[in-house]
């Protein structure tokens, strides 16, 4: 069974979704764990940090706000790099089934191509039967 690639065309809506949590994660990061983040440029390196799987940036968050942003920021991470790494991969996979899917279709064709023959061939037999014959 034949599965069928990843669809590149969710990366870019993808990437864009992970931009704005990002975005959000910061501000949030900001307002949810003032005593950790003192500005929105440290939030955005904080959410940095956790969608790219490196950690926390000094200390984990005190708050449940703050902890659950950065469950979120650490799972879109996570679905993100599984997105990309997916949709880079199918660039290659892609390209080394190319030489094998033309080969395949000029294989289909042959055996189109000989089975039309062959129906012709049994159209002229049935043509040339005798009507009593059959």
């Known amino acids: 069974m034949k599965v069928p690639p990843l669809s590149r ?10 931009l704005a949590t990002l975005l ?4 949030a990061a900001t307002a949810f764990e003032s005593d950790t983040v003192d ?3 440290r ?3 904080w959410a940095i940090a956790l969608m790219t ?3 926390f ?14 469950v979120v920021l650490m799972v879109s991470g996570f ?3 599984s997105l990309v790494s997916a949709a880079l991969a199918s660039l290659f996979v892609r390209e080394d089934e190319q030489p094998f899917e033309r080969r395949e279709r000029a294989a289909d064709e042959e ?23 059959g």
């Open 57 to 70: 940036i000094g200390n984990a968050p005190h708050s449940g706000a703050g902890t659950a942003m950065s």
């Open 39 to 41: 500005s929105y440029w």
């Open 53 to 55: 799987t490196v950690g």
């Open 111 to 133: 055996i189109l191509r000989t089975l039309a023959t062959i129906l012709e061939r049994l159209d002229a037999r049935e043509r040339r039967r005798p009507p009593g014959e």
């Open 9 to 18: 065309r969710w990366l870019l809506p993808a990437l864009l979704v992970s």
């Open 79 to 81: 679905l993100l790099l």
């Open 24 to 27: 959000l994660g910061a501000g």
């Open 43 to 45: 939030g955005l390196y």
